[in-house]
């Protein structure tokens, strides 16, 4: 699933972060939130510093950071689940009969996706998750990122299926696929 050539994405932060991570002074934080559509890792929106700095001021005012800024990444995909490809598609719908297996096996509730539009991915997460640790445990090689495509947003014009905020995101799980950060101009 080595297809993808080297891309930019866009991450919005606090200025802080986004100042130390293009001087090199830090790396960022993986987000590990149980919610996170992708699994764990660097989300970072592809080729849109735009809906970053979006994200960015959307959490400003919310109190979530203090000064909204982009940081930008030059990421090497690695080895990629691809979502836009049907056979990485084809291994998520295994991973998650696999997930459901095991939580009926266990007799562990199975996560649930919520909210309006089903913005808390707690499903997709534990799949993405489940998704890896399985590959682990068969001795395969674990994916270095995830790549979809998020449909967000209000209808572009009544009946359209594009949304306002439909986007690609990235989620980078092996942090040596970023090769590097910048501020963009």
Request: aromatic share 10%.
């Amino acid at each position: 699933m080595k297809s993808l050539s080297s891309l930019i994405a866009f991450h919005g932060c606090d200025q802080t972060v986004a100042l130390k991570g293009a001087s090199g002074e830090m790396d960022l934080l993986p987000s590990l939130n149980h919610y996170d559509w992708l699994g764990h890792g660097y989300y970072g929106w592809e080729d849109s510093e735009a809906r970053a700095w979006q994200w960015a001021e959307e959490a400003a005012a919310k109190g979530r950071i203090h000064k909204p800024a982009v940081l930008g990444m030059v990421v090497d995909p690695g080895f990629c689940l691809n979502l836009v490809d049907a056979g990485s598609l084809a291994l998520v719908r295994h991973a998650y009969e696999r997930y459901q297996n095991a939580c009926h096996a266990s007799g562990i509730k199975m996560a649930r996706n919520s909210g309006a539009g089903f913005k808390a991915r707690y499903l997709d997460c534990a799949v993405f998750e489940h998704l890896q640790a399985s590959r682990e445990m068969d001795g395969l090689t674990p994916f270095d990122t995830v790549r979809g495509f998020f449909v967000e947003g209000s209808e572009l014009y009544p009946g359209a299926g594009l949304r306002d905020r439909d986007h690609i995101q990235i989620c980078v799980r092996n942090p040596r696929c970023i090769k590097g950060y910048f501020l963009p101009r």
